[in-house]
């Protein structure tokens, strides 16, 4: 099959299919007499397992380990058990990164009853007060959760 249908197949946009393929994860396929990339139900295999591990959040070096021992069933799984006790970790740090940030929003939130004018507007004097207090503080948490979920770590 062409990109385009293991795109299709897998619900994975091209770009991502070619940047997998750059980073090594994805085997480079065999070429059609068209130079068209040509790829096969082990790409489809590989890749369904790639966006599973992602969509756990893995970073790409985890994925890489995890290829790794997929790719040689013969060896130890001693090294995939502490990629994912790593990872384990991370989830766990972060967890309590983003219920902290949970707090921090519930005492803004708090700041405000109910809607008045903007200049009377407890959780914008808030976020003022913190703001004029720590001007160059980063945020507690490494994204927003939206931009977060399955990209961190550079993730694609």
Known sequence: ??????????????????????????????RSSGNYRIYDEDHVGRLAFIRHCRSLDMALDEVRVLLRFKDAPQDDCGEVNR????????????????KALEKQLRALRSQCRAPE??????????L????AQHPDA??????????H????????
């Open 1 to 30: 099959m062409k990109i385009g249908e293991l795109a299709l197949a897998t619900g994975t946009p091209v770009e991502t299919i070619r940047f997998y393929e750059r980073e090594g994860l994805l085997p480079a396929p065999g």
């Open 117 to 126: 004018g903007r200049g009377a507007c407890g959780i914008l004097e808030g």
């Open 83 to 98: 990629v994912l006790d790593e990872h384990i970790g991370h989830v766990a740090h972060r967890i309590r990164e983003l």
């Open 138 to 147: 980063a945020p507690a948490v490494g994204g927003h959760v939206h931009q």
């Open 149 to 156: 979920v399955g990209r961190t770590h550079g993730r694609h």
């Open 128 to 131: 003022s007060q913190a703001a």
